[in-house]
DNA sequence: CAGCCTTTGACAAATGTGAGACAATTACTG
DNA sequence: CAGTAATTGTCTCACATTTGTCAAAGGCTG
């Protein structure tokens, strides 16, 4: 863990503004990173996330003062306490900032089908890791794991229900705990009819609200035209749509057309899942933007953020 | 467990003003917080705990000052008898205790699309009328008026999706955040193939972990062979099943035989749901228990939970 | 040189505390 | 049944603590 960070990036990255992470250092020594030859901060990886966890705790209610003198795993304990989740006990990590023995765990959990130990392992995921590694190295590797060892047999539909079910709570948890400033762009969320596939599209609801969206989740399977009315209601400066299952859809892409006409052409729609691939032809006619993955839905999210923000005045 | 929450955590979770809060600890003691150096009181999860029994003790028309000085075991029994008792009957007139102004509320903010607001007035329901005035004066009728409005073609599915979505995930937090003794017999609650209306199965869910027993949500629409080796695994005391629709499934009844054939005599199948009436001969021979609603759902658990921990020993 | 960082001191908003008071309801008494 | 006392939730006030924000002055960086 080398220090690499100076104040402002960390700043962008917790949330918090220079001016308080400074003022948390110097009152109550919450954290004391290294300095350069000249006295900058430098921060690592473990003060950033010590510092989400405190703003999280702090959010929460807790007085700054009181938390800022304990341990990491204590502080994890904290925040789940107070964000009301239980850990119970399990196998602690704290340390690891390795996604790979997170996603070790909650499969462990999703076979034993431990609802407690799933929920436990992906809470200590999000604090551990980052979002972005928890997608891409918690929650996708396990879903994709989980569906191997269905086709392999060794386990029932009934533990990718008990995980279906767990991360869908927990991934709506997320959204639910991120505060976003209430000026912020509207984003719609769902999938077309006959997609039922519901994760790819939470996750890109969540990556939307930390994008610093809000979002509005409509789960899955909604025709074109409730699509279309649900952003003219709530003026939604853009669509994200998962397509994941069917991969080759035949109403598709007569839906995709419409939902273009319905909302105008101001409204951006962002396409993504793994099935977007077979589908181009219609993507392009209507102008959509097509991302790869969580990652640069972020990245689109963040360059669209403020065009759509003084679009809406 | 170590005092952390200062008044103002409290008074959210508990659902009780912090002016409350310290008249009760002025008049009656009933918890007395540790305090911090400079008097400011941090409270623990006991004590937590305690207001809350405290709390729904004098909303089922307990008063206080009777109460305020028993143990904490005694305000268990007092609060199950009470509200047993008080069900249905008028609650005392404690703050705006009326499920219809909640449920006013949240069919407001489905009609315009409010996300935030629908969860708002769920949360604020869920602290301020008991569980069982939650379920059926907010959350059912929520759902039927929403259903009515789509019929009338004055919303759309889109409303529909947004409404279930966040109940969902609202319902799935109520699990989470309810802690349950570990010892506690286990019940899988899930709806069987085909059957994918999932509110119902999920409310259940909430009205197990209520009654004490550890509860293992499996999502809908799961085969009767999956459900039973859930079962097995998890060395469940129970299953109940949500039927909703459809109502007439000609293949329901073979699901069901098989599954009493499967988990074998000495687990207790409940039944519950709208349609369960449409299958009672088959109900009967594999000797289910029916129950009406939530609250019947409640009793039956109530009366099986020891008979049910016995047996697992 | 403009812009960012650091330290220090100061300020104001928010929140908590204890005491007292008030109004509504309930329970008891003659 | 009227009158009285007790109960109980809410509110206000004066004061202390906590905590976020800001400004100024000087140094570092590109």
Redesign the pocket.
């Given at each position: 863990m080398e220090p690499k960070y100076?104040?402002?990036v960390v700043a962008n990255k917790t949330g918090l503004?220079?001016?308080?992470i400074?003022?948390?250092e110097?009152?109550y020594h919450a954290v004391e990173p290294c300095?350069?030859?000249?006295?900058?901060?430098l921060y690592s990886d473990v003060d950033v996330r010590r510092l989400s966890l405190l703003r999280r705790a702090?959010q929460a209610g807790a007085?700054?003062?009181?938390i800022a003198g304990l341990g990491d795993d204590q502080l994890v304990e904290l925040v789940a306490s107070y964000e009301q989740i239980s850990v119970g006990a399990v196998p602690r990590a704290v340390g690891a900032t390795d996604p790979e023995f997170f996603l070790r765990l909650a499969l462990d959990a999703v076979k034993t089908l431990d609802q407690r130990a799933l929920e436990s392992a992906l809470l200590q995921a999000s604090v551990s890791v980052g979002r972005t590694l928890l997608f891409e190295g918690v929650i996708q590797p396990l879903l994709s794991a989980v569906g191997e060892e269905w086709n392999a047999g060794r386990i029932k539909v009934s533990h990718e229900h008990m995980a279906t079910s767990v991360i869908r709570s927990f991934l709506g948890h997320l959204i639910e705990t991120t505060v976003v400033d209430t000026n912020a762009p509207l984003i719609v969320v769902t999938t077309p009819t006959s997609h039922v596939h519901e994760l790819g599209a939470l996750m890109a609801a969540v990556t939307a609200t930390g994008a610093g969206w809000q979002t509005m989740y409509l789960g899955p399977n909604l025709p074109a035209e409730d699509i279309a009315s649900a952003v003219r209601q709530s003026k939604a400066a853009a669509v994200a749509l998962s397509l994941i299952y069917p991969p080759d859809d035949p109403r598709l892409p007569g839906e995709l057309r419409a939902l273009r006409r319905l909302v105008g052409n101001d409204t951006l729609i962002i396409i993504g899942g793994e099935s977007r691939g077979n589908y181009r032809k219609t993507i392009e006619e209507i102008r959509a933007v097509t991302v790869e993955n969580l990652r640069s839905l972020a990245e689109v999210l963040a360059s669209n953020r403020s065009v759509a923000a003084t679009e809406a005045k």
């Open positions: 100076p104040i402002r503004s220079t001016h308080l400074r003022m948390w110097r009152r300095r350069t030859d000249t006295k900058r901060r702090t007085n700054i003062g009181q």
